[in-house]
């Protein structure tokens, strides 16, 4: 199963095998599928999220309500074997990375020409089968993500297939990446930037949600 962080190497004698383990769940997955942090010089714990940073790592699943268990119990001086600075803010500034990650590759799917943005592009995007992922705005109506989002469900019954919505960014976020004052509806089509646009809006939306940890399926992000 392709993973979240797949892809990178990093340097660590301490590691070795297949697979890590989460130091809050202390269940084992692939090195791809769990969230890598290390401690820097000066003995703060850092999210490795491209997993190519030198030393020792501590893996948690790519949860937000994870991370916070980390912090609180103090797991990360016993996974690194060493003093440690933890800031209490850990899981908020990882959300800011990975939203921060999520706008990168949106903005660089559009610059590809394959996003489509505005309720009528979109709608039109929908109905010619062509969007493989739907991004609405945190902040839009609900009204206007449930005609979208039924359109999708039809579009989804002819391919046979499921169409991604992701959530994570808010219609600043989706404005600053499309270079546009104020977008609230987007869908990415078919493509390379696109597939990894959808990855990383995907783990946003996996370290923000609250419901049971469900596969990270297609989500390479470096």
């Known amino acids: 199963m392709p993973g979240a962080f797949a892809a990178t190497k990093h340097i660590d004698d301490e590691e070795s095998g297949s697979e890590r383990r989460c130091i809050v769940t202390r269940v084992s997955h692939p090195p791809a599928d769990l969230m ?36 609180k119990k ?16 850990l899981d908020a500034e990882v959300e800011d990375l990975l939203r921060q990650r999520a706008r990168e590759s949106l903005s660089l799917a559009n610059k590809a020409g394959l996003v489509v943005y505005g309720y009528t592009r979109v709608e039109a995007a929908i109905r010619e ?5 739907l991004v609405e ?14 359109q999708l469900d039809y579009a989804s019954a002819d ?14 976020d989706l404005g600053l990446a499309l270079g ?13 930037a696109a597939r990894a646009s959808l ?10 949600a609250e419901e049971p940890i469900s596969d990270l399926k297609n989500s390479i992000l470096n």
């Not at 820097?40 to 268990?69: C, E, F, Y």
């Not at 103090?74 to 803010?89: H, P, Q, Y």
């Not at 391919?159 to 600043?172: C, E, H, N, T, W």
């Not at 546009?180 to 390379?192: F, W, Y």
């Open 74 to 89: 103090g797991l990360f001086a016993k996974a690194l074997k060493a003093e440690v600075k933890v800031s209490s803010s």
């Open 199 to 208: 990855a990383r809006l995907g783990l946003l939306d996996h370290y923000r």
């Open 36 to 71: 890598r942090f290390v401690r820097a010089p000066d003995g703060s714990v850092v999210p490795d999220l491209k997993g190519n940073l030198p030393g020792r790592g501590a893996w948690v699943t790519p949860r937000r309500a994870m991370l916070v268990q980390a912090v």
């Open 129 to 133: 089968g062509i969007v493989i992922g």
């Open 159 to 172: 391919l046979k297939k499921p169409i991604q919505r992701l959530f994570g960014l808010d219609s600043s």
């Open 180 to 192: 546009r004052s104020h977008v609230i509806h987007a869908a990415l089509t078919e493509g390379p």
């Open 137 to 150: 705005a945190q902040d839009g109506s609900e009204s206007g993500r449930r005609k979208l989002e039924s």
